[in-house]
C-alpha cells in the first residue's frame, strides 16, 4: 500500500498531463474525423511560450498564470492557421490529414531546434508550486497537484461551454450529424474552425503545465502526442468522460508500470494493454451513437 | 474505383517491360558504371524500396496508412545483425556485452541466431507472426484509418524505446556494428560488397514482380475494392479483414526483408534506424513516388533515401525542411505522387476543363461517408 500511494499520485498528475494534451486532439478527431499529429507541436509551442513569458514577467510567481491564457491563444492561432491554410483542403481525406500534419510538426520541430537552444530552456516554477502536500505519509510535490487542479479547470470549462453556450450546442450538433447541423442553418466550416481554435488552444496549456514538470525542448511534443492519442483511441470519441477515464487509467499504468519495471517498458506495457482493450471495445469506453456502418 | 481490365492487358506487359529495364539498370549497369562507394549506397536505397514496395502495397493498393514498418525492418535487421555479430564473435560472447560485465553470458534468445539456417527463417517468420496477429487482432475488431495509423506508429516508438534501453541484451542506442562475415564471406573484400550489393537489387525486383502479380490478380482487385468501399465487400460476401490481413502480413514480410539486407551493406543497425522518424521516411519516399502505382514507391523512396543520406549529412536543417514540406507539398496537390503526374498532363491536354479526380481522392470520399 505504501508504494502504490505515489504511483496513483503521480500517475494521477501524467494522466492530468495527458488529459489536457488529449482533450484538444478528441475534440478535433470526434467532430472532424482528422488527428492533427502537429498538436504535440502546438503543446510545444505553449511551454516555448511559458518561457518567453518568463523573459518579460520576470516573477516566476505572476509569470505562470499570464501564461497560461497567452499559451492558449498563441497555439490556438497556430491551430487556426493550420486550418485555414491546408486542414481546410483535406477534409474528405482524413488520412492524408494525417500524414500532412506530419509534415508540419516535422518543420515547427525544426524551427524551434533553430529558434531557441537545442538543449532546451529552463522554465522556473513559481514559488507557490515548490512545496510539497502530505498525504498519507507520502511528500506530494504541489506542481503534481497543480496540474491535476489545471486539468480540472479546464475540463470544466470546456464541457460548461460545450453544455451552456450557442457555440457549444452547435458543435455538439456537428459531432452527431454534420448535415443536418447544415441543414439547420449552422455554418459547420466557421465551427470547425473554432473547434480547431480551442483544441489547439488546449494544448498550449497543456504545454505550460508540462513545462513545469519536464524539459521544453524541441523533442517534447513527439513524447505526448502518442499517449495523448492512445488516450483517444481507448476513450472513445465524441464525449468527454470517456477520455477523462482513459487519459487518468494510462496515467496511473504508465507509472505503475514504470515502478515495477522501467520507464521505457512502461510505454510498451500501456500499449499492449490499449491494443488489448480495442479488442473488447473497438469503439473505446464511451462513444456517440451514430448509425453510420463500421 | 478503378475499372476492371481485360486480362493480361497492356498495362500488366508495360510493367513487366519496366520491371525488366529496372532489373538490367540495377543488376547489370549499375555495378559496371558506378564506383564502390556509390554501389553501397545505392544498395542501402535498395533496402529501403523494399520496404516501399511493401507500404505500397499495403497502403497506396490497401488504404492502410502502416505508419510502423520500422518494426519490421527491424525484426529482419536485428535477426540479421545478430546472426552477423556472433557470427564475427566466433565462440565468444560480442564484444559490446562483455563491455559491462565481462562475465555476461549469451542471452537466451540471441543462442538460435548462431545457425544460418534459423535466421533466415526467422527473417522470414518473424514478422509474418507479428505481422499475423497484430493484423488479425486489429482488422477482425474493424478497427481501421487514423486508428490503425497510430497504433502502428505507437509500436514503432515502443519497439525504439525498448531497444535504446536494453543496452546489453540488445546494444541499445549505439545498436550492432562492426560486422566482418556475412554468411561465411569476408564483408571488407570489394567483390562480396557487390554480391550483397546485387542481392539487395534482386530481392527489391523479386518484390516488384510480387506486386506486379499481386496488382493484376483476383486478389489485387479485392484489395483495391477494400480499400474503396469495405462495406460492399463485406456485403457481397468476401471478409475484408482477411484480404487486409494478407496485404499487412507480405508489407511486413517486405519490411523485414529490407530490414534483413541493410545490414551487411550499411554495416550498423540503430534504433534510429526503426523509431517513428524512420518509420515516416519510409512512407515519405512512397507518398513521394506514387503510393498506388508499381514503381512510384520503390523509386521514391530512393529518392528520399537518397536526399536523407546526401543533404541529411551535409544540410541537416535544410533537409527536414525540405522533407515535411515534402509531405505538405505532395500530399496537399498531388495525393498519387509523382507518378501521376503523365497522367495528369495528358488529361489536361486531351480536355482541358475537366480535372479527373484521382481514383483514392473519390474512395477516402466515400469512406467519409459510410
Known amino acids: 500500500m505504501d508504494a502504490l500511494i505515489p504511483q496513483l499520485l503521480n500517475g494521477s498528475a501524467q494522466g492530468a498531463l495527458l488529459l489536457l494534451a488529449a482533450l484538444g486532439l478528441s475534440l478535433t478527431f470526434g467532430q472532424m474525423g482528422v488527428i492533427n499529429m502537429a498538436h504535440g507541436e502546438f503543446l510545444m509551442i505553449g511551454a516555448f511560450n511559458a518561457y518567453l513569458v518568463q523573459q518579460v514577467i520576470t516573477s516566476s510567481d505572476l509569470s505562470i498564470p499570464v501564461a497560461l491564457p497567452v499559451a492558449f491563444v498563441v497555439a490556438g492561432l497556430f491551430g487556426l492557421l493550420l486550418e485555414v491554410t491546408i486542414i481546410r483542403w483535406m477534409y474528405r481525406r482524413p488520412l492524408d490529414t494525417l500524414l500532412v500534419t506530419v509534415g508540419v510538426s516535422l518543420i515547427l520541430q525544426q524551427a524551434a531546434l533553430q529558434i531557441f537552444p537545442s538543449q532546451g530552456v529552463p522554465v522556473e516554477k513559481p514559488s507557490w508550486l515548490d512545496g510539497q502536500l502530505n498525504v498519507l505519509g507520502y511528500e506530494w510535490p504541489l ?76 523533442q517534447m511534443g513527439a513524447q505526448y502526442i502518442i499517449p495523448a492519442f492512445l488516450v483517444v483511441a481507448a476513450g472513445g470519441i465524441g464525449q468527454l468522460k470517456g477520455t477523462i477515464i482513459a487519459a487518468w487509467a494510462v496515467g496511473v499504468a504508465l507509472s505503475c508500470f514504470a515502478y515495477w519495471t522501467t520507464g521505457s517498458f512502461a510505454q510498451v506495457l500501456a500499449f499492449i494493454l490499449v491494443i488489448v482493450f480495442l479488442q473488447v471495445r473497438p469503439q473505446g469506453l464511451f462513444t456517440v451513437r451514430t448509425r453510420s456502418l463500421a | 474505383m ?38 553501397n549506397n545505392l544498395g542501402k536505397y535498395c533496402c529501403w524500396a523494399i520496404a516501399a514496395v511493401g507500404i505500397g ?31 564475427t564473435a566466433g565462440d565468444r560472447v560480442p564484444g559490446f556485452m562483455v563491455l559491462y560485465d565481462p562475465l555476461a553470458p549469451l542471452p537466451v534468445f540471441w543462442e538460435p541466431f548462431r ?39 505507437a509500436l514503432a516508438v515502443a519497439l525504439a524505446t525498448l531497444i535504446s534501453s536494453t543496452i546489453r541484451e540488445t546494444g541499445g542506442d549505439t545498436g550492432l556494428s562492426d560486422f566482418k562475415f556475412f554468411f561465411g564471406f569476408v564483408l571488407n573484400d570489394p567483390a562480396n560488397k557487390v554480391m550483397v550489393y546485387s542481392i539487395a537489387a534482386a530481392l527489391l525486383i523479386v518484390c516488384l514482380l510480387a506486386v506486379w502479380q499481386f496488382y493484376r490478380s483476383r486478389f489485387g482487385e479485392l484489395l483495391v475494392a477494400t480499400r474503396d468501399a469495405e462495406e460492399r465487400v463485406r456485403f457481397l460476401g468476401y471478409d475484408p479483414a482477411n484480404v487486409k490481413l494478407v496485404a499487412f502480413v507480405v508489407s511486413a514480410l517486405m519490411a523485414s526483408i529490407g530490414g534483413a539486407m541493410f545490414v551487411p551493406i550499411v554495416g550498423i543497425i540503430t534504433p534510429a534506424e526503426i523509431g517513428a522518424a524512420a518509420s515516416i521516411l519510409m512512407i515519405a519516399g512512397v507518398a513521394f513516388g506514387g503510393r498506388a502505382s508499381l514503381f512510384g514507391p520503390a523509386l521514391g523512396a530512393m529518392a528520399v533515401g537518397w536526399g536523407q543520406s546526401s543533404l541529411g549529412s551535409t544540410w541537416p536543417d535544410g533537409w527536414t525542411y525540405i522533407l515535411g514540406l515534402l509531405f505538405v507539398v505532395v500530399i496537399l496537390l498531388l495525393p498519387n505522387g509523382l507518378s501521376s503526374l503523365p497522367a495528369r498532363f495528358a488529361a489536361i491536354r486531351r480536355r482541358p476543363a475537366e480535372q479527373p479526380t484521382p481514383a483514392i481522392v473519390v474512395a477516402e470520399l466515400e469512406e467519409v461517408r459510410s
Request: net charge positive; proline share 2%; hydrophobic share 55%.
Open chain 1, 143 to 218: 506542481r503534481q497537484l497543480f496540474t491535476i487542479v489545471l486539468a480540472a479547470v479546464c475540463v470544466a470549462a470546456l464541457s460548461a461551454w460545450l453544455k451552456y453556450t450557442a457555440f457549444g450546442r452547435r458543435i455538439r450538433a456537428t459531432v452527431h450529424n454534420r448535415d443536418l447541423a447544415e441543414t439547420s442553418g449552422i455554418s459547420t466550416r466557421t465551427i470547425d474552425r473554432l473547434t480547431f481554435f480551442v483544441g489547439s488552444g488546449l494544448a498550449g496549456v497543456a504545454g505550460v503545465a508540462a513545462s513545469l514538470i519536464g524539459g521544453t525542448n524541441s
Open chain 2, 2 to 39: 478503378t475499372k476492371l481490365k481485360p486480362w493480361p492487358s497492356l498495362r500488366g506487359i508495360a510493367g513487366l517491360g519496366g520491371i525488366a529495364v529496372f532489373a538490367v539498370l540495377l543488376l547489370a549497369v549499375a555495378p559496371v558504371v558506378l564506383s564502390d562507394h556509390w554501389i
Open chain 2, 57 to 87: 502495397l499495403a497502403w497506396g493498393r490497401g488504404g492502410m496508412l502502416v505508419m510502423g514498418q520500422g518494426v519490421f525492418f527491424a525484426l529482419g535487421a536485428y535477426a540479421m545483425a545478430m546472426h552477423l555479430t556472433l557470427e
Open chain 2, 115 to 153: 545457425s544460418a539456417g534459423f535466421t533466415l527463417l526467422a527473417i522470414v517468420l518473424l514478422p509474418v507472426i507479428v505481422a499475423g496477429i497484430l493484423g488479425y487482432a486489429l482488422f477482425k475488431r474493424r478497427v481501421k484509418g487514423a486508428y490503425f495509423a497510430i497504433l502502428t506508429q
